[in-house]
């Protein structure tokens, strides 16, 4: 009988101890690019690294909201979608046309901020935004 007992309190430890996988929370908020950084493609001439600004004619930004809806600034052009968040694997859908394209990124979040790793091209390249979440400055408190 003890053994029966010791295995039901065992498993319903196990069932109520597990984590959700669910990491959308640390995602939600602007962010916004310092650097950009291209590596591994197959043609080694297209690996890059260089800081970027966000200006008026040129910025990469994207914004995570906690209706799952997402928009990503890239330069001037600005791709809006769905995105959802397991651990640090992210995926990103939009409509193209009323088919739903999605594709998948990794998003690390550290003290410092945040790297967005996508594969892209044909080249194989993986394109990492090395990114800070933006400050919201509340004016209606200046202190």
Not at 83 to 97: I, P, Q, R, Y
Request: hydrophobic share 35%; aromatic share 10%.
């Amino acid at each position: 009988m003890k053994i029966k007992l010791f295995g039901f309190l065992f498993v319903s430890i196990l069932i109520f101890s597990c984590k959700d996988d669910d990491t959308t929370g640390d995602y939600i908020g602007t962010w916004i690019a310092t650097n950009v950084e291209i590596t591994d493609c197959e043609n080694f001439t297209l690996n890059d690294s260089r800081s970027v600004q966000c200006t008026d004619n040129s910025c990469y930004k994207i914004v995570f909201t906690d209706s799952a809806a997402y928009s990503f600034q890239r330069g001037l052009e600005t791709e809006r979608g769905t995105w959802g968040a397991s651990g640090v694997n992210l995926t990103f859908c939009t409509d193209n046309e009323g088919v739903e394209e999605c594709k998948s990124a990794t998003g690390v979040i550290s003290v410092s901020g945040m790297r967005l790793s996508f594969v892209e091209g044909n080249e194989g390249c993986i394109t990492a935004f090395i990114m800070v979440r933006e400050e919201i400055i509340d004016e209606s408190n200046p202190g």
